[in-house]
């Protein structure tokens, strides 16, 4: 309930203070109620989001609000302010009540007008949501720890390709870019949003899009480090980051690469100047490593990461990171590295010891090159590859929810003797993790000297790796449920 300020006033100055008291307390209070609101479950317990208004009703209330405010519903899905006018306005004319109920149907209806409708609703109410994506059929929602699926009845949309594509059309709105059947892909980002979406043109099951949840934070920390790899691995880390190296991250989509890279990032000293460079802002490391000296570059469609890599030679870098490496831009790292600068980057790969040739393969599209020539400078320059792998337990069969568990798979040293050493090896195996080690080479041992530090790595031979506790219950539970079905 909004309270509502009363003030005796005997001349027009109190009474115009009095009302200005009125209206400060009364938006306090209620945006005091909209934050409440969005704490409150959005979903049944069958995993069926809950649809607030009929959308008969917001059909006609989209109507009046595109004739009444037509400048306030094209600026509103981009201006969180502009959005809140909305729903003060869908409040007060549709007469909802200004109690926790009323104040959710109106940011419900705010939402499906304006927003997003039903992957607003999935956000709020899980702020840990990091991968939506609709492939035409259903649509799966990921986070750090977690995958499950929504059928279009459980998302309770009638008619899920005009749904579909009034949200993908939205983002091309608002990106200014064109998403039709001459225009029928689309890479836009929005905030702490970025999405690619594919028009039914080349889509026969309808319109897909993928959406990728971006946030100024690091997901991957020392706190909850332990079920991706063990403690030593931050020391090494650390060493590896004051020591200085060029390092490759890889693994598959959605496996943790950029995260695990943020928090890489993150043990870099702050006298180091570091060069992030990305086709879109998806670290946002200037903001998460404020007092680092960092240039935060991004290509915007104008240049390549080829050019900024380039670019950025030419003021002074000690750290070079464009964060994900697809094409020729290969060759500009591997040149950097040969002149004494530092990287970290990622790419897709199956293991370790493909790293070097995928590099190869890279810079060959747009150099002609010596590949063998090229190889061994990657196998001289580049120190480290790690892979991240991702495994999935079966939490409820019936609801399709599945447990995440990302795991640093593989730190591999790399060398023109010996191709790829392995310092490092996690293994899952029918619910259990295993650890082995290994030697780092005299070379790096030595330039970790040069900078007074020692590491070595404790020694382990297939050893066991105890996990939090959560998680141990989780495998022993899917260890359990497999052996049973094999009985049955």
């Known amino acids: 309930m909004v309270i509502q300020v009363k003030e005796k006033a005997t001349n027009d100055t109190n009474d115009r203070l009095g009302k200005q008291l009125t209206a400060k307390v009364s938006t306090a209070l209620l945006n005091q109620q909209l934050k409440h609101a969005t704490e ?23 109507e009046d609000l595109v004739s009444n405010y037509p400048e306030l519903v094209t600026e509103a899905f981009h201006s969180s302010a502009l959005r809140q006018k909305l729903v003060t306005i869908v409040l007060e004319e549709q007469r909802y009540g200004k109690n926790e109920i009323g104040i959710k149907k109106a940011e419900y209806v705010v939402d499906e007008i304006v927003g997003l409708g039903f992957i607003e609703q999935l956000l709020k109410n899980d702020d840990t949501i990091t991968d939506i994506g609709w492939n035409g059929t259903f649509l799966t929602v990921e986070n750090a720890t977690q995958r499950r699926f929504y059928t279009a009845d459980q998302l309770q949309i009638r008619d ?50 993928s959406l990728r949840v971006v946030r100024p934070r690091l997901a991957l920390t020392m706190e909850n480090f332990s079920d991706f790899a063990p403690a030593y691995i931050i020391d090494f880390l650390k060493v590896i980051m004051k020591t200085g190296c060029m390092a490759i991250i890889g693994g598959e989509t959605g496996s943790g690469k950029t995260e695990f890279m943020k928090l890489m990032l993150s043990f870099i000293p ?25 240039f935060s570059l991004v290509t915007g469609g104008v240049v390549t990461i080829s050019d900024l890599v380039a670019a950025s030679l030419r003021n002074y870098p000690k750290w070079i990171v464009p964060s994900e490496t697809r094409g020729p831009e290969a060759y500009e790292m591997i040149q950097a590295a040969r002149t004494g600068h530092r990287g970290v980057t990622s ?22 090159i010596n590949e063998t020539a090229v190889e061994e400078d990657v196998l001289t320059y580049v120190d480290f590859g790690f892979h991240i792998k991702t495994a999935y337990i079966e939490i409820d069969r019936e609801k399709l929810i599945f447990h995440k568990v990302r795991y640093l798979s593989e730190i591999v040293e790399y060398s023109t003797e010996k191709i790829a050493t392995t310092l490092f090896k996690q293994v899952l195996n029918n619910g259990t993790f295993y650890e082995t080690t290994g030697l780092l080479s005299e070379e790096y041992v030595s330039r970790m000297g040069e900078h007074f530090i020692d590491f070595a790595f404790p020694k382990r031979e297939q050893s066991v790796l105890t996990k939090s506790p959560e998680l141990t219950s989780l495998l022993q539970k899917a260890v359990e449920e497999a052996g049973n079905t094999h009985e049955n």
């Open 160 to 209: 899920p390709e005009t749904a579909i594509f009034r949200i993908v059309k939205k983002f091309a709105d608002a990106a200014g870019k064109p998403f039709s059947r001459t225009d029928p892909i689309l890479d836009s980002v929005l905030g702490k949003l970025r999405v690619n979406a594919i028009h039914k043109v080349l889509s026969p099951s309808g319109t897909t899009f």
């Open 270 to 294: 702050k006298t180091d100047r570091i060069f992030m460079i990305e086709d879109v802002p998806e670290t946002h490391i200037k903001k998460i490593l404020p007092e680092n000296d960092i």
């Open 347 to 368: 790419l897709h790969g199956p293991n370790c010891r493909s790293y070097p040739r995928r590099l190869v393969t890279m810079s060959g599209m747009g150099y002609s």
């Open 40 to 62: 409150e479950p959005l979903e049944s317990d069958d995993g069926t989001l809950i649809k607030l208004v009929t959308d008969e009703e917001i059909i006609g209330i989209r």
